[in-house]
């Protein structure tokens, strides 16, 4: 059992930053294919943000890239979202995603989500 731990969400007004951090708990016998970032806004679907593989390959939404930078520190296993120049459309619950391979099983693990708030 992989448990997702979320920060750094808040209140932000448009323009300005912020840093969401994921550290991933128990399961330290799986491998990690792959981390990231996904968001749900109020009447919309959620949607991939940004992805990042454990060979370090990214994978960004096309509508946040050139913005915000998926990033991994391996040695002590948490994600980051580094989130610049938020729009009010950025307003959504991120969700920590991480798949996982026990080798015989692939799996994916949530956060509980973390809200960030743009203001206009």
């Known amino acids: 059992q992989v448990q997702l731990d979320e920060s750094g969400g808040g209140l932000v007004q448009a323009g300005g930053s912020l840093r969401l951090s994921c550290a991933a708990s128990?399961?330290?016998?799986?491998?990690?294919?792959?981390m990231g970032w996904y968001r749900q806004a109020p009447g919309k679907q959620r949607e991939l943000v940004a992805l990042?593989?454990?060979?370090?390959?990214?994978n960004y939404a096309d509508s946040v890239k050139g913005r915000f930078t998926i990033s991994r520190d391996y040695a002590i296993n948490p994600v980051y979202l580094q989130m610049n120049s938020l729009t009010p459309d950025d307003t959504a619950v991120y969700l920590c995603?991480?798949?996982?391979?026990?080798?015989?099983?692939?799996?994916?693990?949530w956060g509980q989500g973390t809200q960030v708030t743009v203001s206009s």
């Open positions: 990042i593989t454990a060979g370090g390959s990214t």
């Open positions: 995603n991480v798949r996982a391979y026990s080798g015989t099983i692939w799996s994916d693990y």
């Open positions: 128990g399961g330290s016998a799986f491998r990690i294919v792959s």
